[in-house]
């Protein structure tokens, strides 16, 4: 009876200790989140995110991007909590896009003849680990889907032809 008794509230300890440990570590330590670059080429009307420098020095001098501010932070490797932020072009219409949806990444794929370009970084989904709204938009004239963490630039972007189609993750403050 004594034993049983220990042993419960043994158990409810170490559920205790986990519940503990969990809040603490499922999250990435922000310190490990690097910025995510930004850059539009007026030429296409496409912007571009990348986490590479090379890669995004290499669309500055070739492709006719120019670079902007940083759009956000996020994460190069999976971290506890984040999923892909899966990166996707558009020939056709000359349109980077991003999701974390592998079903949207399917679909685009499946019927806009998206090319699979991998994954940039990894994103929350929700804000439990204090990531911010990141929200899309897309501008079906220019055929530009628009990603920025500033309310602002969202008001601004929707004077502009764009229209606000969710928030596509959770990231950190530049
Ligand atoms: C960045 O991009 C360059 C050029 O494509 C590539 O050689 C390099 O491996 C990339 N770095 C990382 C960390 O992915």
Redesign the pocket.
Known sequence: MRFTVALTGMKAILAFACVIVRTVQTCGNPVDAVPLFRAFNPATGDHFYIT????MG?AVASERYTREQDAARIF?TEELSTVPFYRLFNPVIEDHFYTVSEEERDGAIASSECNDEGVPGYVYVDEGCGGEPFFRLFNQEAGDHFYTMSEGEVEFAETGGYVFEKIAAFTLEV
């Not at 590479?52 to 890669?55: G, I, L, Q, V, Y």
Request: negative net charge; hydrophobic residues 15%.
């Open positions: 590479n420098a090379t890669e290499n190069e």
